[in-house]
């Protein structure tokens, strides 16, 4: 048989309507949307927390937040976690990572730059790092290559096309698969752009192509923050004191920067499929694109994401190309970031290890008949330290909340507010149901349901030990 291989592209902070195969008519993405037309697109497709950190360990785990750990950026995930890159390096795979991992916290790193990792570094035996601060190895091929650029660099100002730092992320992704497609290696690539949280540094050539008074601003109603719980009013409150909410100007100008990276994105994920056309392995390669959380553009007046869970920073973008799979399906079926894992792992033809909470969903990317996602989706947040931003203890703010295809509840441990909303016909999360006494039999159904996936969710196995 021949190698299987895989390539996994995550962006950070992708609200799902930022691309054109999910309805947006303005931004032009046709490099993503061809590998939609290609493959299976999910609607509803959920990611476990709000911010990076523990939303891309429970991708690489399969695992959930309480259970890997990571419950908020800035907890590193602990080597004992067995990650997806592990099992299939265990297995024979290259395995490479090229931009974003974000498995560390950013904020420990010295200076501005993230040092450069020789691996095996969680799992990847290749590694070039280039997070949400630049990192040593893509500086010093600046200084190498371009050293009139090396400030600018440094402060992601003006770069060039050529000289960009997700140029250089594709770059080292391609020259990864190429060496081990031409050892007649199976790989598995991971290709990461930090980013689309505005404002975004897309090159100086890409930079303006949209304008700010085209871009789409969010529905903003005079009572949402009344019937939401408190700290969504505290935490609007505290970025506008700081400066940091804001205005309609100041926020479509950073929406059009946003659509501008994204468009400049999508030309770096056509430069990397072309090259598995290129290489002659297009056809043995597995294609995933997710994000890694969704992100508020002033949603309910939030700016950015974390510790929120409504659906603009939950329901991600997440497009599957199989080789010989279904082909231009859409996909109503719920899933989560913790079903990523199983699914490679089964695709690969290799054995789950234990401890597993996801579940593989390659009999709906194989379009079997009757193949179905989960009936809900499980989230969590617990101390967002964006939340110290705003001026508020993150020790307050602790969060579950269920989801299923037309209902959503939001728990707060030890508090009498919470979230409730139909989804049928309040989308938007504008009406609150949590203290409504017509719905309290919908509540106290959805909070059973809350406490049968926790309590599904516990640890199977011990923490692992070991260590790489």
């Not at 592209?9 to 939609?36: S, V, W």
């Not at 990611?47 to 750990?69: E, K």
């Not at 930079?207 to 009572?223: F, I, N, Q, S």
């Not at 617990?382 to 959503?408: C, F, N, S």
Request: with cysteine.
């Amino acid at each position: 048989m021949r190698p299987r291989n895989v390539l996994v592209f995550m962006t950070d902070g992708h609200r799902k309507d930022i691309l054109g195969c999910y309805g947006n008519e303005l931004l032009e993405t046709p490099n993503i949307d061809a590998c939609a037309a290609a493959g299976v697109r999910f609607e509803r497709a959920f990611c476990t927390h709000s911010v990076c950190m523990p939303t891309r360990a429970s991708v690489y785990t399969g695992r959930y937040p309480h259970i890997h750990g990571v419950w908020a950026n800035g907890v590193a995930l602990r080597r004992s976690e067995l990650t997806m890159p592990a099992v299939l390096a265990q297995a024979g795979w290259a395995t490479g990572a090229a931009g974003k991992v974000h498995h560390e916290p950013q904020q420990l790193y010295p200076g501005r730059t993230v040092p450069a990792i020789q691996g095996p570094y969680y799992g990847f035996d290749e590694v070039h790092i280039s997070e949400n601060k630049p990192g040593e190895e893509y500086l010093a091929f600046i200084d190498r290559e371009f050293p009139e650029l090396s400030e600018r660099a440094r402060t992601r100002t003006d770069m060039p096309a050529e000289a960009h730092e997700l140029t250089w992320i594709t770059d080292q992704a391609i020259g990864f698969m190429r060496r081990r497609a031409a050892a007649g290696r199976p790989f598995f690539c991971h290709c990461s752009y930090h980013e689309l949280s505005p404002p975004c540094h897309p090159p100086v050539q890409w930079t303006g192509h949209y304008d700010p008074a085209d871009m789409p601003v969010p529905e903003l109603r005079a009572d949402d923050l009344a019937k939401k719980p408190p700290f969504y009013r505290e935490c609007y409150e505290g970025y506008v004191a700081n400066g940091r909410q804001p205005d309609e100007p100041a926020l479509r100008r950073a929406i059009a920067s946003c659509y501008d990276q994204m468009r400049f994105i999508d030309h770096q994920f056509g430069r990397a499929l072309a090259a598995l056309e290129e290489m002659g392995v297009a056809d043995d390669t597995l294609v995933v694109f997710l994000a890694d959380h969704g992100l508020s553009l002033n949603d309910h007046f939030q700016w950015r994401h974390g510790p929120f869970l409504f659906d603009q920073v939950i329901n991600i973008p997440m497009i599957w190309r199989l080789p010989g799979g279904a082909s231009g399906e859409v996909s109503a079926e719920m899933v989560e970031g913790v079903d990523v894992m199983p699914t490679i792992l089964e695709w690969c033809g290799v054995e789950a290890p234990p401890g597993l909470q996801g579940r593989s969903i390659l009999p709906i990317l194989r379009g079997e008949p009757g193949a179905r996602g989960r009936e809900s989706v499980l989230m969590q947040e617990r101390q967002a330290p964006d939340l110290d931003a705003r001026g508020l203890d993150p020790e307050r703010i602790t969060q579950w909340a269920v989801r299923t295809q037309e209902w959503k509840l939001v728990h707060y441990p030890g508090e009498e507010f919470g979230e409730l909303y139909d989804l049928r016909s309040d989308p938007g999360e504008f009406d609150n149901l949590w203290a409504d006494p017509g719905y309290a039999a919908r509540r106290a159904e959805m909070e059973r349901l809350l406490l049968d996936r926790i309590a599904e969710a516990r640890d199977p196995l011990p923490v692992r030990e070991y260590h790489w």
